[in-house]
Nanobody
Framework: QEPLMESGGGSVQAGASLTISCTDS????????IAWFRQAPGKERERVAH??????????SYADSVKGRFALSRDDAANTVHLQMSNLKPEDTAMYYC????????????????????WGQGTPVTVSS
């Protein structure tokens, strides 16, 4: 499997917006779950959002902590999924990881990281108050 590539992390002030991106250069993009996870120092990894790349009419799933502030979008021509983050808070500070797994059904898109087989290196997001 080709590793996933994340980009777009950075440091912002609270209330700002930031978009991070995940590109899957392998050949499974059209039929897989792609998820964003984050992990802050001293905390457990948390699933932020996920989609299934085949089911375009099914909306993404979001963690309650980011619902209404974060949005997944996709650029299928570029095999890329974007996480658009708005109204960022200091508690959003974390390393953000993109993960994927081959999946023929939407039910295979799980919230636990143990179900994902391909991971990126992570991109840092820091939100200062």
């Amino acid at each position: 499997q080709e590793p996933l590539m994340e980009s777009g992390g950075g440091s912002v002030q609270a209330g700002a917006s930031l978009t991070i991106s995940c590109t899957d250069s392998g050949n499974t993009y059209s039929d897989e779950c792609i998820a964003w996870f984050r992990q802050a120092p001293g905390k457990e990894r948390e699933r932020v959002a996920h989609i299934h790349t085949h089911y375009r009419t099914i909306p993404p799933s979001y963690a309650d902590s980011v619902k209404g502030r974060f949005a997944l979008s996709r650029d299928d021509a570029a095999n890329t999924v974007h996480l658009q983050m708005s109204n960022l808070k200091p508690e959003d500070t974390a390393m953000y990881y993109c993960a994927s797994r081959s999946a023929t059904t939407i039910t295979q898109c799980r919230t636990s990281g143990s179900h994902y087989t391909n991971w990126g290196q992570g991109t840092p997001v820091t939100v200062s108050s």
